[in-house]
Every structure is written in structure tokens, then in C-alpha cells.
């Protein structure tokens, strides 16, 4: 079965199971029942770690949002547009941002949401409720992240399915959006996936034809690498066998973002598809800092508090985590991507990265 193929009988399903959601509650109102929706607690205390599919999982505890309930019937009825809303692009092959759901609403004389914040909740109840990522229901984040390489992928959005395009095509990178996402992979003569957090270096190595010295698809994530991405680098380990390396910046962040990569999110627990537990952080680590000399930053009071956080996170308990966790708390001090320009702007890609991908 062909990606298109796929992907038209994914949003068929998906109709259906909006369409479902909906015959429920006109049947329970016909019965005379104040209308329910059942949902996976979300809460803290029901988010656990998961060590055999090495990622945050949903428990069993489950909730009932029930119209009987005062305090959930505005909740309820913006869960409820919300589903008509996703129903409607899925039969029109339409596709939002978060941004339009929220503003969409507002055009609504009974629905609105008092900030985006709250439609953005609105819409992980209804992933939760149907056990699917709101990119199913072609509901997406604005494009931020973007990707370079041998890669031919074939579209399969309205009006360019069946066109080809190569990611070499323009150097700037290709944005990671709707239609890249949910493309079919064609072929590719890389044999890795260099994830990279900063644009600059993404440039960079674009620049210096990295793609080309390492054999490899690069992939800008733009700091915290958006949901698609994050399904993208997944896809193209899994569906293509290629292995996943991350390169981040030398700090607490640039840890978890490679971690969100590996093994999710809490935020995510509920989602399956967006994790690459096979995927590889080769940088820039605290013990980098110290073997190449970099300038460096003092970490601030937030960067020590998350460092402390990471430590007790189940998913830092390997070796390596632990050593470059504690020695960032040891030497207080961070380092960017960056910093590897004090031995000229070639460097990481003459050396530091070539020794990175040999022994990492």
C-alpha cells in the first residue's frame, strides 16, 4: 500500500471516529443523559516512565468530562467544536495551525477560548480522546524546523500528489510543514540523520557541504524540536534504518532537547510515533567543554535548577547522561555550538564532528 493510499484510509478512520464522538453524545442526550466524553488522566500522577518502550506512558486512570458538571461544560463544549472543527478539515482536506483553531473559534458566537493556551489544551483532550496526534486531524504547529540532504520524497497533499522533490533543492533547507511531513520517502544515498538545534550551524554545515562529507540528511530543529519533526527523525529512522545523531548545544537545554527527541515528553505521554530511543546526543557535552577548551558562560540559577531536575529524571539514569549531567554541575559553566569557531569556522566539521560521529 502506497503512503497515499495510507494516508486516505487514516483520515477515513479518523472521520469515522470524530463521527462517532459525536452519534455518543446526540445518543445520550436523546436518552435524556447529561452528554460524557471519557478521557486518559493527563495528570501528573498518571504520567509514568516506561522502560521497555523507554518513554513517558499514560496510566490506566481515566476521567469522565461530564456536562452534568458545571464547572466542565464550557470545557466540554469547546471539546466538542473542536472535534466538529478537526471533522470539517479532514472532509474539506484542509489543513490549521494551532494559531487558526484558536482565532477560528473566536469567529464562533457560543465557543471561544480565553487564550491560546486553553484552545491548545482543548485540543491534547481531544488527541486523548481519540488516542491520535492532532496531525492526524491535520491540526499542525507553525513551521519553524527545516531539513537538507539526499532525500526525494513524494508528496501526497491536494493538488502535488505524486510530485518528487529532492531536499538538496535549495540551501536554505526545506521547512518541515504539513506536506513534508506527511510525505512518502522515496530514496536517499545518506546512510545517518544529523539533528541540529541551532540555525547558524545548520548553515554552517549546509555551507560546508557536511550532507556531503558525512553522508548525511541534516535536520534544523530550531531549539525544542517541533512534534513534526520529532515524527519526521522518527520516520526516517524506522522506515529508512537510518541512525540519529544529535547535536546540541553544551547546557541543560541542549540535553533535554536531545533527550525529547530519544524518549518524548511528559506533555506528549499520551502519543506514540514521536520518539527515536536508538538516537544518539553527541554534543556538545560538559566534558567537551573541558577537552577542547571552549569559552564558555557561567550557568544561572535556572540552568543549575533544571540541572537538578534532570538528574532525578528517570530517563537520565544511563551512564553518560550522569557524567555529563554531574559535570555540568561540577565546572557550573555552558557552552553553544558556537564556541567551536575560537579554532576557525571549519573546524567542527574538519574535526570535532568527524571524531563525534567515529567513536560516539
Do not use: C
Not at 140 to 168: C, H, M, Q, W
Not at 201 to 209: A, D, G, I, N, P
Not at 241 to 261: C, E, K, Q, R, S
Not at 267 to 294: Q, S
Amino acid at each position: 500500500m502506497s503512503r497515499s493510499e495510507s494516508i486516505a484510509r487514516k483520515q477515513a478512520r479518523m472521520i469515522k471516529a470524530l463521527q462517532t464522538i459525536g452519534a455518543q453524545i446526540y445518543d445520550q442526550i436523546e436518552n435524556r443523559e447529561f452528554p460524557w466524553i471519557i478521557l486518559q488522566s493527563r495528570s501528573t500522577d498518571n504520567i509514568v516512565y516506561d522502560p521497555e518502550t523507554r518513554q513517558f506512558v499514560l496510566g490506566s486512570r481515566t476521567i469522565r468530562r461530564h456536562a452534568r458538571n458545571i464547572r466542565h461544560i464550557r470545557p466540554f463544549a469547546q471539546l466538542v467544536w473542536t472535534a466538529w472543527f478537526a471533522k470539517e478539515l479532514l472532509r474539506l482536506r484542509k489543513t490549521s495551525t494551532l494559531r487558526e483553531v484558536y482565532y477560528s473559534a473566536r469567529g464562533q458566537r457560543d465557543i471561544e477560548f480565553k487564550d491560546q493556551d486553553e484552545s491548545n489544551n482543548i485540543i491534547v483532550d481531544l488527541e486523548t480522546a481519540l488516542n491520535t496526534p492532532r496531525e492526524e486531524f491535520h491540526i499542525f504547529s507553525e513551521e519553524r524546523s527545516a531539513i537538507f540532504g539526499d532525500l526525494t520524497i513524494e508528496y501526497t497533499v491536494p493538488g502535488y500528489e505524486g510530485k518528487r522533490l529532492n531536499l538538496t533543492s535549495h540551501p536554505d533547507g526545506v521547512m518541515i510543514g504539513p506536506a513534508v511531513t506527511s510525505a512518502e520517502l522515496i530514496e536517499t544515498s545518506a546512510d545517518k540523520v544529523l539533528v541540529i538545534e541551532k540555525g547558524a550551524m545548520f548553515t554552517r554545515l549546509v555551507e560546508e557541504k557536511a550532507y556531503e562529507k558525512f553522508n548525511a540528511i541534516l535536520i534544523h530543529t530550531a531549539g525544542q524540536a517541533p512534534r513534526s519533526t520529532r515524527s519526521l527523525i522518527h520516520r526516517l529512522n524506522k522506515e529508512m534504518g537510518l541512525p540519529i545523531y544529535i547535536f546540541t548545544d553544551g547546557d541543560p537545554w541542549g540535553v533535554h532537547i536531545a533527550m525529547v527527541i530519544i524518549s518524548g515528553s511528559a506533555n506528549a505521554a499520551h502519543l506514540r510515533g514521536l520518539t527515536t530511543p536508538d538516537a544518539k546526543w553527541i554534543g556538545v557535552w560538559a566534558t567537551d567543554i573541558l577537552k577542547y577548551k571552549l569559552p564558555t558562560e557561567n550557568l544561572t540559577d535556572l540552568d543549575l535548577k533544571r540541572l537538578k531536575e534532570l538528574l532525578k529524571d528517570p530517563r537520565y539514569k544511563g551512564e553518560l547522561w550522569q557524567k555529563e549531567l554531574k559535570t555540568f554541575l561540577s565546572i557550573r559553566k555552558k557552552a553553544e555550538q558556537e564556541a567551536f569557531s575560537r579554532y576557525g569556522l571549519t573546524y567542527i566539521v574538519d574535526e570535532y564532528l568527524p571524531q563525534k560521529l567515529e567513536t560516539t
